[in-house]
């Protein structure tokens, strides 16, 4: 699959509209905790500049409800950008309005502007055709370089497309690196396979995990997700996150992993706690035995133990979701000794999905990592064979 590339763009002295995935990880204080995707997006930025292009950015972050609020301004995003590219970022008071369209019809050569969170409209996510239109009239070409959100048929990701012709349109550098990456992935990984799959719940994850099957050797199941498959095996789970209604799908998956000769490896013991919180008591115990009224939020030092055997042989390990309760260090350990485990490992490493790319940076590991790919939903979707939503307007057709 070849996409459109923006090297092959006249872009000279142009306007130019970036979709960016400015969506990052913020602390309790409001700070950005993890700047990757913001860095990840610099290349495609100063190549514009470079072209002596005028820079519109647009990006959501967080879920506001197509409505402006405070709390999801990208007055931080605009400050970070400021750092990081050392020119001035100017942020618009809204998305497509008076403001917005005013600056981005005066924006001068070299000049940025980020227009506010694309999800204040609400026409974005129902990638209404007016609010497409709008953002599309503020510039002469169209980059996507947000991977992290081309795996949902938004606006400002798929309807902005149809405004411009195969000539005026095309991936960025991040968009075309993340794609091609996963493409050797899933066409050619060396073998064995492993993935580790973790985070909150299996209804997140299902389509992916029925999906990988066929093209891994081995899967290890960590986080919330666990509990609803270890319920499925009749074990007490406490109070621990089971989705009660995926309990057929949880073996579903199972049998698919005997059926295609899969080795599927879940938790043995858990970290369990009596309550949702950082300082509540907690103890190991093994998975069969947690008791009434507790919950697992993180794998345990056997199970760790476990995984490190399982880990020692394969040439390829791709991790989405973390084992544990990461926010909270009381159950980090087991996330935190995977993501040494992984980085010390020499195969080959990819890490996706936001909180595990988190988690890889606050350990410090994360320039052991092979590949840190900037979405974890959209690279989970790749995987599944998809085509995502804002790839394919941008795919060359033969
Ligand atoms: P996801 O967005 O599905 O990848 O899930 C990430 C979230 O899963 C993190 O915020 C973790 O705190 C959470 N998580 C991981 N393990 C557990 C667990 N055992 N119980 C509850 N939540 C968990």
Redesign the pocket.
Known sequence: MELLNIKNLDLNSKKVFIRCDFNVPMDEFGNISDDRRIRSAIATINYCLDQDCAIILASHLGRPKGEKDKKYTLAPIARRLQQLLKREVTLALDVVGEDAITKAKELERHKILLLENTRYESGEMKNDKNFSSKLASMADFYINDAFGVSHRAHSSVAGITEYFDVSHKAAGFLLLKEIDFFAKLINNPARPFAAII????VS??LEALINLLPKVDKILI??????TFLKQLGYDVGN??VEDDLLNDAQHIMDQATKLGVKLYLPVD?VAAEK?CADSISKLTPAQEIPDGW????IGPATVRLYREVLADVQTILW?????????DK?ARGSSKIAHFVADSYATTVVG????ADLVQRIGVDEEISFISTG?GASLELLEGKVLPGVLPLVIED
């Open positions: 973790g985070g909150s719940k997140g994850k960590g986080g919330g997700m666990a509990f621990s996150l858990v949702f919950m697992g939020l993180d989405n979701g973390p084992m544990g309760v990461y926010e909270m159950f999905g936001g909180d595990t974890g």
